[in-house]
């Protein structure tokens, strides 16, 4: 038993060779970036485990995970990612995670998170395209799906990824205290719970300069020239971010369906291996 385990062990790790070297061959844009990038990831992870950030370090731990996750799928799906979504995919996870969170380009740049949701509607959305468009070109499914309905499921697939998301950071703030849906400053607020006759009247308060906490130590000035609002314009800028985003996807892709040339469907969408055939 113990000679059939080492067998299958030394059989996976040569598959994995194996599917790496036909990586650098057939798609080397798409290997290069993820041996430099992994490299680097490599790297951050010694750091942090030199320096006993074990936040850091598992934020590294999962990126090279989900690195490993585009050949997974290949290989266990029989499905061929495009190179450019490869690279695409690479980069977006090293942008989100060691520069967004471990570097704090979210905090230094503030249009950071912008940039990364409204790319992610945009990618979910071609993935979203892809699961369906895989069914047209089945030859298991008699079904032929119109560009209306493929751009209409695209859309749909990436805005229920993006509310999912921030599910997702809300729970982690929730239970965790991470503050993943950041904090906006504002200097007016409008709300019905200020109505002393509680009468379902919004009352509006404007010209907000500051903030003071009461605590049971004491009172303390935030200084941050507003008020705090907690997570709300963070969150729903990020899904209009993710709507424009899917609809730019969506569009593109309906009126591609309609012609002969297909440039970003082609780059971006999932497909099927082809079989080899048989001599």
Known sequence: RGHKMKKKLSEGRESKRQALLRKKKEEPAAFWTYVVLRFIVILILIRCILRGDIESAFVCVLVLVIYLLPQFVENRLN?????????????????????????????????????????????????????????NRSDNVKVQLSPGYLAITAFCFSMTIGILWEFIEFSADRLFLLDMQKDTIVNQISSVSLDPTNSNISITVKGIKDVILVTDSGEQALGLGGFLDIGLYDTMEDLFVNFVGAVVFSVVAFFECKSEKRPLTTALTLRRKKKPQNT
């Open 79 to 135: 499905i061929d990612i495009p190179t450019t979504l490869e690279v695409i995919i690479f980069v977006f996870v090293f942008a989100a995670e060691i520069l967004g969170e471990l570097q704090s380009y979210f905090i230094k740049y503030s249009n950071w998170d912008t940039i990364l949701h409204t790319s992610s509607g945009f990618l979910c959305a071609a993935v979203g395209f892809s699961l369906v468009d895989l069914l």
